[in-house]
């Protein structure tokens, strides 16, 4: 990767200047035509050796171009806020919306690779990073991202010099730290990791440019000329209407036999039972909460369900058991103007609990397999990839120690026609019961295979689906609460059982 | 993926003689339209658990439609003209050309799951044997293969029922052996390690489709429908004109200083050092080929070069030097209609070298990133991907034990300009001089960006780029020769070491 970078590159001052000028009214302009179109928004990743000018062109590029629709973040040290999330929160809640650009300094790829240098992870776990890498980058290009990835590099000699340059300067010698000079000296470690990395994490939507670093105008200009050809071809496409249709379609079964349909949903379940189990549930929920092993875990947990199916009710029993600072209901309905600026999963990204908190999100992520596919809301490619990105991300909290907790909540077509003319008559029912109930409901055959190919792709040994009889409301809010306590309980006992294991 | 297949599913007899008629009729006239539009190939893959109905599929199949277009492929064990090339080439030269349909029992899949199962390769390894796959894969449908695969599933209790009855049946107990009944006893093993690999190789384009494998007229038009649905969706596609150019620009240097404009192209080297050189080199070229060790080597070597640069004078002394029984030259021109049909690699797959053997490329895959790129040929997002892909191609070769040896010959402008010139006054040269090479010598400036993408983006550390400075032909020839040599030592050194390392 680094032939071309390795050569003596140089250009000279009054070629620079020439050319600078037309640069920066191309960049504006490009700067100006991506927020009036919002159409797509650019993620600029930004990393190599140490010395090779990396914040020097940020810096430069912020002063080129309106600084206030460029969103630089350096990614070093989590805070305590995104230890507490998967690996990846922080680089979603800094991810650009559409029609600005955000520069990362040092995002996902740094840690795999210094710790491939520093021999902590093998060959298979670093090709393993690789392929979650490769997935990320998919997924954001899929959604329209502009990724543009900048490699900025110089040779060992040349560090040597940049970094003894540096030194002496009273101005800049505050840069340079042992940090620095440990990198220089396991340059030629760094380069053998960072080599093959750079090579197979480049594909054709977002392959890595590598910047030669030791010549300032080079590499400003480097930078400079190939942001701005890639803004302005990716500006001046035409929308393009109908895509190719690349994906086979699903399966329906050839004897109607489902999931669904093979439930029991009317489960016995009397008023007086149901009171008792609900105070020994909710006391047990309450309980392993306030356990001290809690603390460490944090639980994400999925309401869907048919409508009317009862989850509010069900929602009400979990944090009827609760103290409200320990958790956060999340409602999804139709996305804001800011999430659908950004890449679909992003509005769910931002809600994710901390550490010892529950989010209990009322209709989630699987709209995009449910709602989104029925209605063509997004395209059969948008939400036949949405399986696998719901698995990836879903993996990143269970990696975390997120318990993951997803109900289906099942009625039957008449229960739901029941409770539909039961709404309808009270008054203080009214609001939950719209024409789209109604619409939704024509669609009844569509919506049980779209739910059956959920529960077939997403449900895993880590995050399964749990369904839920729900013609009797009571039998399916004592169901969900016991579910919820016995996977916090297995959560709790997996880490007991780590610890003791580490003890012995 | 196992819940909906794991419920009790049946058709009944007289459902399956109606629609099976129907299907019939649609299955064979789509697979007319395939073979009249010749624009995509098919490929299914079977797999699954033993029992589950995977062969009477396949047979099902061959007599709904017509098996002459049907090419069904089993892949047990490799023979020894498998075991001598890389892993995948079995497949490659199993692949379906365009119009025809491909039947793959037990593909690439196999070997990851079954050695996971038995605890062969850990998680990680597992993890990046599921990446190669989702590569694999993605290249095949990017090259326009609609890869269709199932899974036959059964209940543990299914498959014992099934085993037992086949065993009664004296037609059929020869289908029983220890093999299956171990699978048997493996069940739950094979479950853990299946389930999730068929998610995490589902991705939007390639889902695993699962099939119940327990009820014959069930499983039978599960497949059938799936099968004609998919081909129809896509046959009855219209062909998309332009496609959204989803791939940024690569660079080219801010000052036009190259890898190849920073070659010395004229080295010394007389007449008569040459003779001697090149007796020495030959020599050793020669006894390195006939050294024991070489049995156990292949070599690739690729010739890439400038028109006229004399790639044709530098294979020649390489086969002066050897046995012609131990290589093949493979020069690459345009593709015939065979290979037209298939994915743009296979052209290559199939003159990869056995064992103790050479293939020597006259110009090669690079064709895909240099002529195809300048030309037009195919669209930026296929020369794009095509550095992955390529670089996925020569690793397989090397983990193989392949020696792979890339050389760029490079000759200045003005002395191709003088070879030109030669070319046309010499009668029996003159056939080497066509308006081609006049039209690429405009397009110069144009090849040397490519060439050097190419090297940047190609030259690995297991299969490096040899720059060869070409003006002097006898330089260029020697260093060919040394170059070749010092790798094939190399490769044999490796070897040795760990065959010293195994008996210490």
Known sequence: MFESADLRHHVAKVAYKREETALREGLLDAQFDL????????LILIAGVEGAGKGETVNLLNEWMDPRRIHTRAFFQPTDEERERPDHWRFWRALPPKGEIGVFFGAWHTMPMVRRAMGEISDAEFAQAIGDIRRLETMLCDEGVLLL????????DQQKKRLKALEKNPATRWRVTE??????????????VSEPFLRETSTGEAPWIVVPGADARFRS????????????E?????????????????????????MLSALDLDQPLGRDDYEKELETWQGRLNALVRDPRFKTLSVVTVFEGNDSAGKGGAIRRITGALDARS??????AAPTEEERAQPYLWRFWRHLPRRGQIAIFDRSWYGRVLVERVEGFCSEADWMRGYGEINDFEGAMVRHGTVVVKFWLAISKSEQLRRFKQREKVAFKRFKIT???????????????????MVDRTSTAAAPWTLVEANNKLFARIKVLKTLCGAIEDAMECQGGKKRRKKG
């Not at 990835?149 to 060992?156: G, Q, R, T």
């Not at 958790?327 to 999804?332: A, D, E, R």
């Not at 024409?435 to 190919?453: L, P, Q, S």
């Open 35 to 42: 927020a009036a179109q919002r159409r797509f928004s650019v």
């Open 149 to 156: 990835k900048y490699w900025f590099h110089m040779s060992k």
């Open 179 to 192: 940090h620095e000079w440990t990198f220089y000296r396991k340059y030629e470690q760094f380069v053998s």
């Open 221 to 232: 200009l480097t930078v400079g000329r190939h942001l701005l050809a890639s803004l302005r």
């Open 234 to 258: 990716r500006l001046d496409q035409k929308p393009v209407k109908t895509l190719p249709d690349k994906t086979p379609p699903l399966i329906v079964p050839a004897d109607k036999v489902t």
């Open 327 to 332: 958790y956060q209901t999340v409602s999804i």
């Open 435 to 453: 024409d789209e109930d109604w619409r939704n409901r024509d669609k009844w055959g569509v919506y049980e295979t779209a739910i059956c190919d």
